[in-house]
């Protein structure tokens, strides 16, 4: 299973990007899909996520500005950010439990992506 990201770039304070994040593979069914971020210096942090049920979390700090959404015939997941700050700046990974078939569910790391907010 792969997970490839895209989207990311640099982007004026108070700007949007629309992260996208799609996963490849022999695919039977993914239960969670979700948003990680890290900031040099900064351990790794949830950004968003969402389950297989439609549950959705977010970190405190991006509430009200980013959206996480996912599109399941694609097996794909997406983070609309918007409002964005200098802070979000960093290096977003996209994270999912996939089992493939025959298979038992696996967490998958996508290669991360970079996003840059400043002026």
């Known amino acids: 299973v792969q997970l490839v990201e895209s989207g990311g770039g640099l982007v004026q304070p108070g700007g949007s990007l629309r992260l996208s994040c799609a996963a490849s593979?022999?695919?039977?069914?993914?239960?969670?899909m979700g948003w990680y971020r890290q900031a040099p210096g900064k351990e790794r942090e949830l950004v968003a996520s969402?389950?297989?049920?439609?549950?959705?979390n977010y970190v405190e700090s991006v509430k009200g500005r980013f959206t996480i959404t996912r599109d399941r015939p694609k097996n794909a997941v997406y983070l609309q950010m918007s409002s964005l700050k200098p802070e979000d700046s960093a290096v977003y990974y996209c994270?999912?439990?996939?089992?493939?078939?025959?298979?038992?569910?696996?967490?998958?790391w996508g290669k991360g992506i970079l996003v840059t907010v400043s002026s």
């Open positions: 593979g022999v695919i039977s069914s993914i239960s969670y």
């Open positions: 994270n999912a439990h996939v089992a493939e078939i025959m298979r038992a569910f696996m967490n998958y």
């Open positions: 969402i389950t297989s049920d439609g549950s959705i």
